[in-house]
């Protein structure tokens, strides 16, 4: 609960999505918009596989909500964008 009373949600610059439609809740930008890309990889900067992992899951949930999305764009808008260190052989 915040100090007024009311019940606690994300803050209004946070960019969460808003599902089922999973748009971003504070710029209306398909989620994750760049705002929560940049937030994302800051906040996860030492840990790129947690990011995946929570990343994952977000398309699984978007996928069951957006059934009518090709599964190529929906990797890409979710995981797509994420850096990938070089593979070591």
Do not use: N
């Not at 949600?9 to 940049?38: I, Q």
């Not at 990889?41 to 990011?51: F, G, I, K, P, T």
Request: hydrophobic share 40%; glycine share 8%.
């Amino acid at each position: 609960m915040t100090a007024a009373g009311g019940a606690t949600g994300p803050a209004a610059d946070e960019h969460a999505p808003v599902t089922p439609e999973w748009s971003c809740g504070t710029c209306g930008d398909a989620w994750p918009c760049s705002a929560k890309r940049a937030r994302l990889l800051v906040e996860y900067q030492v840990d790129l596989a947690s990011l995946s992992v929570y990343l994952g899951s977000c398309l699984a949930s978007a996928s069951q909500d957006l059934r009518t999305a090709p599964v190529s764009a929906l990797q890409d808008r979710f995981i797509g964008w994420l850096p990938r260190s070089p593979r070591q052989f």
